[in-house]
């Protein structure tokens, strides 16, 4: 048969031959990809480049979308994946899944006597918005790890603003259990591994399915 428009059944897939030799069709794709400096998360835009421009030819046909989404100029981790229902879940506030950045700032410099305090009870925005509690490490007075655990729009540089500073640099090093890996390069991207892609839907208390 020679129909490009078939849909296979899920059922039907183990019994799938070519030319006499069984074959396996991938319903699902995992990748990671290490976001740079001036693409926009979205697979189109009539206006500004996308990350759909980073994905290799071998997965444009695979209706790949992003977990989530990273500024314009904010680098760093970002996953991309097929199965929707691992993807609501992972972006979803409900699950909670940590997201940690590397911040780098201007203005009121770090404090390490009240930061870790004040970030922990959960900030309350310029506008009211009340954040989760959230987990502040930092390394020097204007750089700091900052993990979060849900995704509001600008979020941490909204945080950093109602504490007296402007964002200079944020990078996204970790989504729930999975880290950048910083061997790809900026705009680079590589599939999950099997262990990776496992835990990822152990952290959202999903089945991976078959």
């Known amino acids: ?23 396996r069709i991938r319903r699902f794709f995992y990748l990671m990809m290490d ?3 001036g693409f926009i998360t979205a697979m189109d835009d009539p ?13 444009r ?5 992003p977990v989530g989404r990273l500024d314009f100029d904010t680098t760093g981790l970002l996953l991309l994946t097929n199965d929707g229902v691992l993807g609501h879940r992972l972006a979803s506030p409900k699950y909670g899944v940590d997201k940690t950045y590397a911040v780098s700032i201007e203005g009121n410099p770090f404090h ?8 922990e009870a959960g900030l309350i925005l310029d506008d009211g918005l009340v954040c989760r509690p959230a987990v502040i490490r930092i390394i020097r007075p204007d750089y ?5 655990h849900e995704g509001k729009y600008h979020q941490v540089k909204r945080m950093m603003g109602a504490t007296g500073r402007k ?16 061997t790809i390069g900026s705009g ?4 999950l591994t099997e262990a990776e892609i496992n835990v990822l839907y152990q952290a959202v208390d999903l089945q991976r399915p078959v």
């Open 61 to 65: 046909q695979a209706d790949l979308f």
């Open 47 to 59: 206006k500004h480049r996308t990350i759909a421009e980073l994905i290799p030819p071998a997965y």
């Open 112 to 119: 390490e006597d009240r930061d870790p305090v004040l970030f």
């Open 144 to 148: 700091a790890l900052l993990t979060i």
């Open 167 to 182: 964002v200079t640099a944020l990078r996204r090093l970790t989504l729930g259990p999975i880290s950048l890996d910083e």
């Open 35 to 37: 976001k740079p400096h």
């Open 188 to 191: 680079q991207v590589r599939e």
């Open 1 to 23: 048969m020679r129909d490009a428009g078939l849909d296979v059944r899920d059922e039907d897939r183990p019994g799938i031959s070519i030319q006499g030799q069984s074959a």
